[in-house]
Structures are given as structure tokens and as C-alpha cells.
């Protein structure tokens, strides 16, 4: 997407002379679909979104104070993070969630989403799925439900299955009246055809080298190692 300042005068003609030049009014355009996502927040100012990104905030009892915003403390891999506030909103009609950029590849069904999530304290729960608009009447399709702590989760979500026709992906907090849920480092990406090894480990560290270990998830036999 691309920001345009645009300003409007009067065209009188002859000696009549022109009107004064009236503006800036700042437009920007729709943003195009996308394929990747790769955000930290760490360049988003307070209280803002990311180009593309935005906030579903709908429902019969939502609170007026609900927010979804950029804060500048409980990052995961820095210091910002996205805050999404429920306030008093608890109907299970009542959207208060964070919308990536529309996706090119939802409907693929080849990508998976991945990010790190966490409470403000205590016990939380965020579910994730598809809207099919951005307007208040828009319909959210839950696709999965996780729990969540004071700690940040590495959440991944396999869009694999996805066979819907939807082009934005949302992140709603559940948890909750009172209770903040924080998202950071978002990736919308390509899934790969095994799981992710997990628990990888050093033993036997020497000036020289070091034997790694790790916990294979699928049936793969080969390894890239840097």
C-alpha cells in the first residue's frame, strides 16, 4: 500500500486567480494480498498497527475501552508486542481481535501461521481464525483454540486443512474480562512437509566443537545444521 497527500484549490481562471491550495488530506491505497508475514512490532509506534495489519472490534456488549494496538513493553523477541484488551467485553458475540494482512495463500491451504503469545497474568485462552471482511457485520470462522499463560507460547496453527474461501486470518482474545493477551513475532509462511524439531540441546562443548541434539517430530532422516 502507498500513502498520497492530496490538496484541492479553486481553478477561478483569467484574472480572478486561483483559491489557495486546501489539504494535506493523507490517503492510502488498499493493501495488496501477500503470500508472507514476518512481524516483530519493533518499528510500530504506540498505540498503532503495522501497515496492512488491523483490529476486529465487533459485537452486542463489547466494551468501549476493548483496544488492539501496539505497546512498547512485553515483547517477546524485543520490547514491543501487540496488546489485545478486552475490557469488559465477555459475550461469546463479542470480537475483540488482531487481523493480519490479507492473504493470498489462506485458500491454498499450504501455509501455516505461527507467533508467540501470552497474558497479562494468569490463565488466558485466544482463538484463531478467518474473517470474511473488516466491517463490524464481518463473520468470524473460528479454525483453532489454544490456552495460554503469563509466559509466552509459541503458537502454530496448520492452515492445511483450510477450505474455506476467507482472505484474512484473526487472532481473538477469549480470555476474558480485565485480561490482555499479547502477540509478537507473527509469521504467515509456507508449511513444511515435516514438524519442527524441538528441544535442541548442547553437550560435550570444546574449544572446538560441540555435539548438538534435538527431538525430531515427523519421519524425516536428514537435517540442516548452521
Known amino acids: 500500500n502507498t500513502s498520497y497527500n492530496v490538496w484541492v484549490r479553486s481553478a477561478c481562471g483569467g484574472t480572478d486567480g486561483n483559491g489557495a491550495w486546501i489539504g494535506p488530506l493523507t490517503i492510502r491505497t488498499a493493501c495488496n494480498a501477500t503470500d508472507l508475514v514476518n512481524e516483530n512490532f519493533e518499528t510500530t509506534l504506540f498505540e498503532e498497527l503495522p501497515d496492512c495489519f488491523?483490529?476486529?472490534?465487533s459485537g452486542p456488549s463489547v466494551d468501549l475501552f476493548a483496544s488492539v494496538y501496539a505497546v512498547e513493553f512485553n515483547?517477546?523477541?524485543g520490547n514491543n508486542a501487540v496488546q489485545i484488551y478486552n475490557g469488559t467485553s465477555s459475550s461469546t458475540n463479542d470480537y475483540v481481535?488482531?487481523?493480519l494482512p490479507n492473504l493470498s495463500t489462506l485458500s491454498t491451504a499450504t501455509?501455516?501461521?505461527k507467533f508467540y503469545a501470552k497474558t497479562n497474568f494468569g490463565p488466558g485462552a485466544i482463538s484463531i481464525g478467518t474473517l470474511d471482511g473488516t466491517t463490524d457485520?464481518?463473520?468470524?470462522?473460528?479454525?483453532?483454540?489454544?490456552?495460554?499463560?503469563g509466559n509466552y507460547t509459541e503458537i502454530i496453527v496448520e492452515f492445511t486443512t483450510y477450505?474455506?474461501?476467507?482472505?484474512?486470518?484473526a487472532i481473538r482474545n477469549t480470555s476474558g474480562e480485565y485480561v490482555s493477551v499479547f502477540i509478537d513475532d507473527v509469521r504467515w509462511?509456507?508449511?513444511p512437509l515435516f514438524a519442527d524439531v524441538i528441544d535442541i540441546e548442547a553437550s560435550d562443548i570444546t574449544t572446538t566443537s560441540a555435539t548438538i541434539n534435538w527431538t525430531q517430530q515427523g519421519s524425516e532422516t536428514q537435517w540442516d545444521v548452521v
Open 137 to 149: 457485520t464481518s463473520v468470524f470462522t473460528m479454525f483453532a483454540e489454544r490456552t495460554i499463560d
Open 97 to 99: 481481535a488482531l487481523v
Open 189 to 191: 509462511e509456507l508449511a
Open 111 to 113: 501455509h501455516r501461521l
Open 75 to 77: 515483547g517477546n523477541s
Open 54 to 57: 488491523s483490529s476486529f472490534i
Open 163 to 169: 477450505v474455506g474461501t476467507d482472505q484474512l486470518v
